[in-house]
């Protein structure tokens, strides 16, 4: 029975009852949360109502300031606060109940966990008498979450949910930011208690990151970095959380030096720029994996030397150089590869004094030695390492694909996100991002599933913006019942999946490590992604040949208030080249078929 219009007013005028000012007599904790949840200027959560946090709920329905989004699996409701985080910079919110509730929203907890992505999860939990008794929907929230989460709390006196609120988005948001549970027992959120506002300040004397570098330590990377015959610059997703992106791209060009993004890193530095080098790592280019291993000066910016990065650590050990690292987390530096220079602090604050230290002194980089540098550079550039074949032409290639988004939207107010596989690679590599918080996927975690969630969550921040979530026709599969949610809320996303009938990565390692044992990777009773897209109330496209590529990308950004599914028939065998093999060295790349 679906409810009026009318009703729906009329629900709302009975209960415009809104809290009572501050101070003014008791509230009940449910009524404190959403009061505090206003004093963080949140506007939107997504979450799944639940036995647990039923007050929670009917405090959220007698308010109009927040946004409330049900989404259908509590793992979308972390993974769409999780996109709008990144796409914003602000702090996601989302609201689970306890139980299956919680353990629902695990993976999207770590997967903002190993990205730093700034978030705080509100979870319900059983009075706190019942804690500990194996009650219903019970799980030892404080437990579960503990290696996957900044912090966490649980709040067990009323009288504490303001504050406990103010120390979450302040753990969330400041140092290496991450995600805070705060998890909630129902008399905790029933209770009644005297509330006097919400604190202005918070003080916590175990907790007090690092912002400002050391001067000695900057005014020694300067020296370095000046004398440098084959600098370079690596940077990674910590430019990006940092706002550091300004002042990464006036360092780079003050100084002429090459340049590469991780994974999590594109968009810090324009890839349409000559200086940028592309992205590196497992599936990144021959001229920045070889700069990487060729350099005797590196700069490390929010960046963390991880594994799928520099490969094998004794291959990279081979070369010597002298590494500079910057990085608000003190655990990260040399937790990997030894360096030369530690500056620990906010990576914003940093690259400004380096700028200011460069204007103000007279030294400047030996042009001669860059220029042999860069002359080595364009050698392996001319490789041109992401060329691919289009074969007879009867065949969609998945990099054609991605080069048509790009080439249409590049000029465009425009948002990606993706899934992870062989499509997140090739998305990665053809759509050249030049501004930052454009893409957004799951990197350290490597997340299934987070596409159309992370869409969502974007679109709903960002109404005005083309969001694409380029995918495959495994992950979609994994929080499809997501497109209701895109419905209810009116969030227009456009899906290009890269249908390839495989689980392609997994393929492509198969057939690379495994002798070609396809083993489970072949996706045998596929859906009709058209008909599945239409019985959600959406729009569904196939698109089977090159030609039709464009028309149906041109045909999906037409329908500006429709979400389109437009399911793309790939070529099966494609692999993602240049590859790096598991255990050899970032310059041990394959290049293409021809080196299996």
């Given at each position: 029975?679906?409810?009026?219009?009318?009703?729906?007013?009329?629900?709302?005028?009975?209960?415009?009852?809104?809290?009572?000012?501050?101070?003014?007599?008791?509230?009940?904790?449910?009524?404190?949360?959403?009061?505090?949840?206003?004093?963080?200027?949140?506007?939107?959560?997504?979450?799944?109502?639940?036995?647990?946090?039923?007050?929670?709920?009917?405090?959220?329905?007698?308010?109009?300031?927040?946004?409330?989004?049900?989404?259908?699996?509590?793992?979308?409701?972390?993974?769409?606060?999780?996109?709008?985080?990144?796409?914003?910079?602000?702090?996601?919110?989302?609201?689970?109940?306890?139980?299956?509730?919680?353990?629902?929203?695990?993976?999207?907890?770590?997967?903002?966990?190993?990205d730093s992505i700034p978030m705080v999860i509100i979870s319900g939990q059983v009075p706190t008498a019942a804690i500990g008794l194996d009650a219903f929907q019970e799980c030892d929230t404080v437990g579960i979450t503990r290696p996957i989460v900044k912090h966490n709390f649980l709040v067990k006196d009323p009288r504490d949910l303001a504050m406990t609120l103010k120390k979450a988005f302040h753990i969330a948001r400041t140092g290496r930011p991450g995600p805070v549970v705060v998890d909630i027992p129902k008399d905790v959120s029933f209770k009644k208690v005297p509330y006097s506002g919400y604190p202005q300040t918070v003080e916590m004397r175990s907790y007090n990151p690092v912002k400002k570098g050391h001067g000695g330590q900057i005014r020694k990377a300067l020296q370095l970095l000046l004398a440098a015959k084959r600098p370079y610059i690596y940077t990674g997703g910590g430019v990006l959380l940092g706002n550091a992106t300004n002042e990464l791209r006036t360092?780079?060009?003050?100084?002429?030096?090459?340049?590469?993004?991780?994974?999590?890193?594109?968009?810090?530095?324009?890839?349409?720029?000559?200086?940028?080098?592309?992205?590196?790592?497992?599936?990144?280019?021959?001229?920045?994996?070889?700069?990487?291993?060729?350099?005797?000066?590196?700069?490390?910016?929010?960046?963390?030397?991880?594994?799928?990065?520099?490969?094998?650590?004794?291959?990279?050990?081979?070369?010597?150089?002298?590494?500079?690292?910057?990085?608000?987390?003190?655990?990260?530096?040399?937790?990997?590869?030894?360096?030369?220079?530690?500056?620990?602090?906010?990576?914003?604050?940093?690259?400004?004094?380096?700028?200011?230290?460069?204007?103000?002194?007279?030294?400047?980089?030996?042009?001669?030695?860059?220029?042999?540098?860069?002359?080595?550079?364009?050698?392996?550039?001319?490789?041109?390492?992401?060329?691919?074949?289009?074969?007879?032409?009867?065949?969609?290639?998945?990099?054609?694909?991605?080069?048509?988004?790009?080439?249409?939207?590049?000029?465009?107010?425009?948002?990606?996100?993706?899934?992870?596989?062989?499509?997140?690679?090739?998305?990665?590599?053809?759509?050249?991002?030049?501004?930052?918080?454009?893409?957004?996927?799951?990197?350290?975690?490597?997340?299934?599933?987070?596409?159309?969630?992370?869409?969502?969550?974007?679109?709903?921040?960002?109404?005005?913006?083309?969001?694409?979530?380029?995918?495959?026709?495994?992950?979609?599969?994994?929080?499809?019942?997501?497109?209701?949610?895109?419905?209810?809320?009116?969030?227009?996303?456009?899906?290009?999946?890269?249908?390839?009938?495989?689980?392609?990565?997994?393929?492509?390692?198969?057939?690379?490590?495994?002798?070609?044992?396809?083993?489970?990777?072949?996706?045998?009773?596929?859906?009709?992604?058209?008909?599945?897209?239409?019985?959600?109330?959406?729009?569904?496209?196939?698109?089977?040949?090159?030609?039709?590529?464009?028309?149906?990308?041109?045909?999906?950004?037409?329908?500006?208030?429709?979400?389109?599914?437009?399911?793309?028939?790939?070529?099966?065998?494609?692999?993602?080249?240049?590859?790096?093999?598991?255990?050899?060295?970032?310059?041990?790349?394959?290049?293409?078929?021809?080196?299996?």
């Open positions: 029975m679906e409810i009026t219009k009318a009703e729906l007013t009329s629900a709302a005028a009975a209960s415009q009852g809104n809290f009572p000012a501050s101070g003014s007599q008791d509230l009940m904790g449910s009524e404190i949360l959403v009061k505090s949840l206003q004093a963080e200027n949140v506007q939107y959560i997504w979450g799944y109502p639940g036995g647990a946090v039923l007050y929670i709920y009917d405090a959220l329905y007698k308010q109009d300031t927040i946004q409330h989004v049900l989404v259908r699996h509590e793992q979308a409701a972390v993974h769409a606060a999780d996109g709008y985080a990144r796409a914003t910079g602000e702090v996601g919110v989302a609201l689970v109940t306890s139980g299956p509730g919680l353990t629902n929203a695990v993976t999207g907890i770590a997967t903002a966990y190993m360092l780079v060009d003050m100084l002429g030096y090459p340049v590469t993004n991780t994974l999590m890193g594109l968009g810090a530095y324009p890839a349409s720029d000559r200086k940028f080098l592309g992205m590196l790592g497992m599936h990144g280019t021959i001229e920045a994996n070889n700069a990487m291993q060729n350099c005797d000066v590196l700069l490390a910016v929010g960046a963390r030397f991880d594994d799928r990065v520099i490969g094998n650590t004794k291959h990279f050990a081979q070369n010597e150089r002298k590494i500079i690292h910057v990085d608000i987390d003190p655990s990260s530096i040399s937790k990997r590869v030894k360096v030369d220079i530690p500056i620990v602090g906010d990576v914003k604050d940093v690259l400004t004094e380096l700028i200011s230290m460069i204007r103000e002194g007279s030294t400047r980089p030996d042009t001669g030695a860059l220029a042999a540098w860069w002359d080595t550079i364009e050698g392996w550039r001319k490789r041109d390492c992401l060329k691919y074949d289009m074969g007879s032409g009867d065949v969609i290639k998945p990099q054609y694909v991605v080069e048509t988004l790009w080439n249409m939207t590049k000029d465009a107010d425009t948002y990606i996100t993706s899934d992870v596989g062989q499509h997140q690679m090739w998305a990665a590599q053809y759509y050249r991002f030049d501004e930052p918080r454009r893409w957004i996927n799951s990197g350290g975690l490597g997340t299934m599933g987070v596409g159309i969630p992370y869409a969502m969550g974007i679109k709903l921040a960002k109404p005005q913006s083309e969001v694409f979530c380029i995918t495959g026709e495994g992950s979609v599969q994994m929080n499809i019942q997501e497109l209701s949610t895109c419905l209810q809320y009116n969030t227009p996303i456009k899906i290009c999946a890269l249908n390839n009938r495989y689980l392609g990565m997994v393929r492509q390692w198969q057939e690379i490590e495994y002798s070609g044992r396809y083993s489970h990777s072949y996706m045998d009773a596929l859906p009709n992604f058209v008909k599945l897209a239409e019985a959600y109330g959406h729009v569904g496209l196939l698109i089977e040949h090159p030609k039709d590529v464009e028309p149906a990308l041109r045909e999906a950004r037409k329908l500006k208030d429709r979400t389109v599914f437009m399911d793309f028939r790939t070529d099966p065998t494609e692999n993602v080249f240049p590859m790096v093999q598991a255990g050899k060295g970032i310059t041990e790349m394959l290049l293409g078929s021809e080196d299996l």
